[in-house]
């Protein structure tokens, strides 16, 4: 073992956790070369995971993979009758415009992970995107602000990246705002720290969100957000607003049946 792998090793041991306790288990091949990736896992107003499972659905994503640990609940995700992972990962075919393509992979969960496997799920997703050579992360998160939630006006949607390629790009997008004060937690802070290490593109997305309960209109705002993201592929928001009940509805029945440790948000995101 070398000297850096003793010290990931001790501080893995003083953390509490161990990077092997998460793997990815791949159940398709797909060529993921510069696609990207959308860490689609519940936070505040279950942002990500309401995002998360209208780009599935709407793009008709195909499951490649699952995330698994001994540490998950020890249970089954049944939709429609089928049963699923309570991680999972879907992908689409690459679209092309000219010689520019776009492709989507999207990590999904309807449950907050524990806080001792955050950052070893965390540092697996960005092996799995290094080891398939995608283009970047997008991070969704809500946090919680009462004075964005009480304005007239609709919430704007923070950006913050790791790299000064991605920074490139979310100044360059009209629905975005740069997050220049605050914190980020939870697994989107996290991937932006180990981003910004290892020069892996990485943005976090946050906006306002109810809290205590699910948010569509905040995963509207950040599906246009990714649509100025993503040229190729056309995302749009408006059939989220319209299908917003029943993406929350049934979001939320997901997460009753979790255990109480993984109901409570992972993710408490402070605007400054």
């Known amino acids: 073992m070398t000297d850096k792998e003793k010290t990931e090793s001790n501080v893995s041991e003083n953390f509490g956790y161990k990077m092997e306790d998460v793997s990815i288990v791949e159940l398709k091949q797909e060529d993921l070369e510069g696609a990207t990736v959308i860490d689609g896992f519940p936070g505040v107003g279950l942002v990500g995971s309401i995002t998360a499972n209208y780009l599935i659905n709407t793009l008709k994503l195909e499951q490649i993979g699952v995330m698994r640990s001994r540490h998950f609940p020890p249970l089954t995700v049944v939709h429609r009758g089928v049963p699923m992972s309570p991680v999972r990962i879907y992908a689409g075919q690459q679209v092309c415009k000219g010689d520019i393509c776009d492709q989507i992979v999207v990590f999904v969960s309807e449950f907050s992970p524990q806080e001792k496997l955050i950052r070893p799920m965390a540092s697996t997703m960005l092996d799995w995107v290094k080891k398939q050579k995608c283009a970047r992360i997008i991070s969704v998160e809500g946090f919680r602000s009462a004075e964005e939630t009480e304005k007239e006006k609709e919430p704007e949607v923070y950006a913050i990246a790791s790299t000064d390629s991605s920074r490139k790009l979310i100044t360059e997008n009209k629905d975005t705002v ?34 205590g309960m699910p948010d569509a209109g905040a995963g509207a705002r950040v599906v246009k957000a990714i ?46």
């Open 178 to 211: 740069p997050f220049e004060y605050g914190t980020v937690s939870g697994i989107s802070g996290v991937l932006l720290n180990e981003g910004s290490r290892d020069g892996i593109d990485v943005i976090s997305l946050l906006t306002a969100s109810r809290e």
């Open 227 to 272: 649509d100025n993201m993503i040229l190729q592929i056309d995302l749009d928001p408006e059939p989220l607003k319209k299908e917003a009940r029943e993406l929350e509805k049934y979001v939320q029945s997901m997460r009753a049946q979790a255990p109480k440790d993984m109901q409570a948000s992972s993710t408490q995101s402070y605007i400054g």
